[in-house]
């Protein structure tokens, strides 16, 4: 995959799957082995990346990102830029947001096979936490 493949893949899969909840377009896009190790833990297959982007669309209805700076780092791997826009207004961990306004940039990447993204990572626990904060929710204890 080219740079402007790897480009045009992340923004798509960004705009109509996370964003635009296209899950139609899941299996088009997302290898059968997609890991996606997010703020929230690591999930495993197409079903559980659906469920997880479920919970987030039910607290932050209105989220998106802004994607920059797509930067092959290996010939199957990218690196970019996410800004997560959006406002905790519906419910997560139990908690019912108040309108809190998110805007934060995280650093992710992505590994590509045959086409499709096999693996995603997200901004790991610290993003998790970041994330966490911004909507006024407290992190678990770590075990």
């Known amino acids: 995959m080219?740079?402007?493949?790897?480009?045009?893949?992340?923004?798509?899969?960004?705009?109509?799957?996370?964003?635009?909840?296209?899950?139609?377009?899941?299996?088009?896009?997302?290898?059968?082995?997609?890991?996606?190790?997010?703020?929230?833990?690591?999930?495993?297959?197409?079903?559980?990346?659906?469920?997880?982007?479920?919970?987030?669309?039910?607290?932050?209805?209105?989220?998106r990102h802004e994607i920059e700076d797509v930067t092959m780092v290996a010939d199957d791997t990218v690196a970019f830029h996410v800004r997560t826009i959006a406002t905790f207004s519906g419910e997560m961990m139990g908690v019912w947001g108040q309108g809190q306004q998110i805007d934060l940039w995280f650093i992710n990447g992505a590994r590509f096979r045959d086409g499709k993204v096999l693996e995603h990572w997200g901004p790991g626990p610290q993003g998790g936490a970041r994330l966490m904060a911004a909507m006024g929710l407290e992190q678990p204890a770590a075990a």
């Not at 109509?16 to 899941?26: N, P, T």
Request: proline residues 5%; glycine residues 10%; without cysteine.
């Open 2 to 63: 080219d740079q402007a493949q790897a480009d045009a893949l992340v923004r798509r899969t960004f705009s109509e799957v996370i964003d635009g909840g296209d899950y139609s377009l899941v299996p088009l896009l997302f290898d059968e082995d997609f890991q996606d190790h997010g703020p929230m833990g690591d999930t495993r297959g197409h079903d559980a990346f659906i469920e997880t982007l479920d919970g987030f669309r039910a607290a932050l209805p209105d989220f």
